[in-house]
């Protein structure tokens, strides 16, 4: 259409709510259209505080990513990375280790496009379209390929992107073909939406809303989450809400966030 911005992909269909510009959206970001936002405002109502959510994942991002650099990793594969905003896993690790590398994966072609253009320049950076549901088609992708060696130990995050994948496309044996060609001392790291006791009513509001949207929400369990990672060593302090992950003393005063569990696992 002439009268949208740049950034939007040719046949996009900006009619329909999308995950990613919802998450873009409760962060405060611009990429994203008023379908998205109008959505983001009826989970706000069901549930008042949702977006801190979004932040504090954001913030579990940022860590996970600062823990596996100061652990050694220096390749990154970032499946279902959304819309770049501030803290970017290419930004963590490269200001810690600049020769780190990242490549990004996303479904959304807004996601993707915008990817590439703010990573211009940046030869240890890349992003891709991609579905977590066809995992070998990410893995032996060209570009993957190109950017990270296998050879040696690389780290997967799949941060909120698993509790978009439904039963019937089986979510443990996704994980299970990712984790299959890497070499002993990589990671994967997730993030995943739980069902929290008395925020039960407000999340099933919530997930009726995306219900309605062509990415589904569906909740997992600590002990669901440990049946997809089996075979993979859990670092410590385990399977726990995403703000308990290693927490920054800077944030202590945020709120605790059970609906969210954070774990990273390490291949033996």
């Known amino acids: 259409m002439a009268d949208q911005p740049d950034w939007v992909p040719e046949g996009l269909d900006v009619t329909v709510p999308n995950a990613a510009r919802?998450?873009?959206?409760?962060?405060?970001?611009?990429?994203?259209?008023?379908?998205?936002r109008e959505f983001k405002d009826l989970a706000e109502k069901a549930w008042p505080g949702i977006s801190q959510l979004a932040y504090a994942n954001r913030a579990f991002l940022g860590r996970v990513v600062q823990w596996l650099v100061e652990s050694g990793i220096r390749q990154f594969l970032d499946i279902g990375s959304g819309i770049?905003?501030?803290?970017?896993?290419h930004e963590v690790a490269q200001e810690i280790a600049p020769e780190s590398r990242v490549v990004y994966v996303d479904i959304d072609?807004?996601?993707?496009?915008?990817?590439?253009?703010?990573?211009?320049?940046?030869?240890?950076a890349d992003a891709i379209q991609g579905d977590l549901r066809r995992p070998e088609e990410i893995l032996y992708h060209p570009q993957v390929l190109e950017l990270l060696d296998f050879s040696q130990?690389?780290?997967v995050l799949m941060i909120a992107v698993l509790h978009f994948i439904s039963?019937?496309?089986?979510?443990?044996?996704?994980?299970?073909?990712?984790?299959e060609p890497l070499v002993s001392?990589?990671?994967?790291?997730?993030s995943h939406g739980t069902q929290a006791g008395r925020m039960s009513g407000e999340q099933e509001e919530v997930r009726q809303?995306?219900?309605?949207t062509p990415t589904p929400f569906f909740v997992r369990?600590?002990?669901?989450?440990?049946d997809a990672l089996a075979g993979l060593d859990i670092v410590e302090p385990g399977i726990v809400a995403i703000t308990d992950w290693h927490p920054d003393p800077e944030e202590a005063g945020e709120p605790r966030q059970p609906a969210a569990l954070g774990v990273v696992a390490r291949k033996p």
């Open 22 to 36: 919802v998450y873009d959206c409760a962060l405060g970001g611009y990429h994203n259209f008023g379908v998205d």
């Open 84 to 89: 770049p905003t501030l803290g970017n896993v």
């Open 109 to 124: 072609p807004v996601a993707v496009s915008h990817s590439r253009a703010i990573l211009t320049g940046n030869p240890y």
């Open 153 to 155: 130990p690389v780290a």
């Open 167 to 179: 039963d019937d496309a089986d979510p443990p044996g996704i994980v299970t073909k990712i984790a």
């Open 185 to 190: 001392g990589s990671y994967l790291a997730l």
């Open 209 to 212: 809303l995306y219900n309605r």
């Open 221 to 226: 369990s600590p002990e669901q989450l440990a």
